[in-house]
């Protein structure tokens, strides 16, 4: 938010020179790590940065910077980071390398390639391409690039989301949002409007709904936490869902602590208290909705008593929080990733959605606004499709059995059943993975052990990222080094101001930017598209205006413009104004025109058109006798302050901040286990084990134990069969693959089963050499389930 004080300190130039530093104002995405470009003022000298500062002058994040940022230097810097490609000199596993030029590696990924292509023709009857699989990390900058490389530079249609089960990261929401509004939804805390607060049309909600989500340490999709805060200091109540007592919650009105797979059910328990007792918009329901009188019907199977029951919670909790999100005008939900883990993803997400739009919450100044990427400019994980065609569309790896996947929703293939083919060769074997920013054995995937041992029937593997990882050890044969934001030219669309990423510090040795990788790749592999442009600000340029309307921008003119990104999102009730609808008409972009409560599309493909409860897959409820044997309910991707899934673990600074795996156990757990505070425990069931060190945290779930995930020790040794101790602290090794709800969205990351007890001197192991040197657990369930 520019003020005029602001203008004093700070100029509002693109770049400058200031005491000896040239000072350049532009946004960090990827490395360090987040989901928001955070505007930053990058001081270098020499073409070194020496310092960076939040841009108070950036209405979206307004100055404030996290632990990632401040301790960029130190990351750029490390001299762990890679430094020059590298190509396996041993067996993999080994860790052993060599070092070589980057025409060395392009020409060894033509032969490759070739082999490939030979390999999928002679062996499986393909085309040849479809052999590569890209696997992306979590939404950043980085994520249209591998798309890019994978379907303009190689020609494969088999992109997947890091061997995450389920997709379960924001893309059931996403697509709850798309089936039921056509586009999709954020709280509306003034971040659409460049004056911010001061906005004569925005309006404080009166009570936001934090549903599974702790914004001040995730600053998730389109968020940033210490919005919140700024909200309660406007008069904002909070109604918290949570397991855990997290600060926020503290802070609420109304706090409930639901038993983790249950939210649908809570939320049906919420619709049934609003509509029984009439406290809904009969406006927005009349005109602007399809299928009212059959969720009428739904909700009465789920009176407030027997919700409370379902998710352990007082039923007059539950009232008291229905009435108070329906009473508030407006009111808003911030949700997050702990609604995506669970196999009830969409159908909590539909009725967290239904709770918003009958309430009048729906587009409108601080409800839930629907927004579009910046200027329509959606180059993201889709990037690069229409250089596939249908012939090669038809070749994806088991979107058949995903109707949802087969129809376009998300351009992932399955992963679980990624994973099956690389356990069966069926429909084909892949050939390559190209690891693009992710390091899934220790983050993303799903029973970790089993990743890894399917992982090593793939002939051929490169990563592109800024660390050797474990991942890289355990498979790659090529590693590519990659620039950080602040070496790299770039751009982000999200539901935020479109803004350029500016290099404004010199290269890290031969790291190339991954815009540089994807257009160098593309004149050996697809000349005949890639050699129209000159330079990476050429191909950003297309980059920018292929998709968006009305962008006349090049790069460079987008670099300069720095505080001109915003455009219609701020409008409000964009329905009623024919601002949705290609054709211009009143209404939403659904099949009907209107907000579909009831889902036709679900109904032709098989799936019940409203959200109904499904019993988490471990539970008390459902395996009463497993219960007994693991008798606490065990969640996974609990986040650190600071730290972004697997990244920062070779930085001195974050390692004192955090040190080591450090789990939250509820007094009670602690007090039936004998352990205290700094313990290391053992969680464990039946598909594996790990280690963490004890957290005893006041006011979580009796019954409940939250891991952290992504740890892994670069100070350790890198070669097998220790692989900087992945395995020994992986939350991952206890979750599965192939667990998933019936629409193939949604995994039990956050509600199974296991038990915990201390370790000891007798009983201590290395969980790490047990799955590289044993295979494993034993005991593994890989029995497909889903959720019915």
Known sequence: MINEYNKDLYKEDWRWYEDGYEVTRTSVWTGP??????????????????KIEGDPNFGYSQGRLCLRCLNMVENIYNNDRLKWPLLRDGEKGENKWKRITWEEAFDWLEETYAKICDTIKNEYGGIGPEGIVALSGTGRNAMWHGAMCLRAVFGSPNMAFGFLSADSCYQPRMTANLMKDGDCWILDASQLHPDRYDNPEWVCPEVVVVWGNEPLASNGDGFMGHWLVDLMRLGTKLIVVDPALTWLASKADVWLQVRPGTDCALALGMLNVIINEDLYDHDFVENWCYGFDELVERVAEYPTDKVAEICWLDEQDIIDAARMYAAAKPAGVQWGLAIDMQIAAMEASFAISDLVAITGNLDVPGGNVLVRYAYNSSKKYGCGLEFIDQDMLDRRIGTEQS??????????????LLLEAMETGVPYMPQMMWVHGTNPIANMGGDAPRIYRAWKNVPYTVVVDYYLTPTAVAFADLVLP?????????????????????????????????????????????????NQFNDVHEFLTYMIQDDGYGVDYTFDDLNKKVYDWWDFNETYKKYEKGLLREDGNPGFVTATGLYEIYSPLFDVWGFDPLPQHLE???????????????????????????????????????????????ADISPEIAEEIGVIEGDWVWFENKRGKCKQQVHIAPGLMPKLVRARHGWWFPEQEGAEPNLYGVFDCNANNLTTMGVYGPTHYGAPYKCSLCKCYKVTEENDCSPSEIVTQGGGFGGNDYTRFEGK
């Open 616 to 662: 988490p897959y471990e539970s008390p409820v459902r395996t009463p006798e497993l219960y007994k044997e693991y008798p606490y309910i065990y969640t996974s991707g609990h986040r650190h302050i600071g730290l972004f899934h697997s990244e920062h673990r070779q930085l001195p600074t974050m390692r004192e901040v955090h040190p080591t795996a450090i």
């Open 403 to 416: 109707p949802i996947h087969k129809a376009g929703y998300t351009p992932f293939i399955p992963p679980d």
């Open 482 to 530: 990659v620039a950080m934001s602040v070496e790299r030219d770039s751009f982000r669309s999200w539901w935020q101001p479109l803004r350029t990423i500016t290099a404004s510090a010199g290269r890290y040795y031969e790291c190339k930017m991954d815009e540089e990788l994807v257009l160098d790749l593309g004149k050996r592999f697809n000349p005949k598209f890639f």
């Open 33 to 50: 790590g987040c989901h928001n470009g955070c505007g930053v003022l990058c001081y270098t000298k020499d073409g070194k940065l020496e």
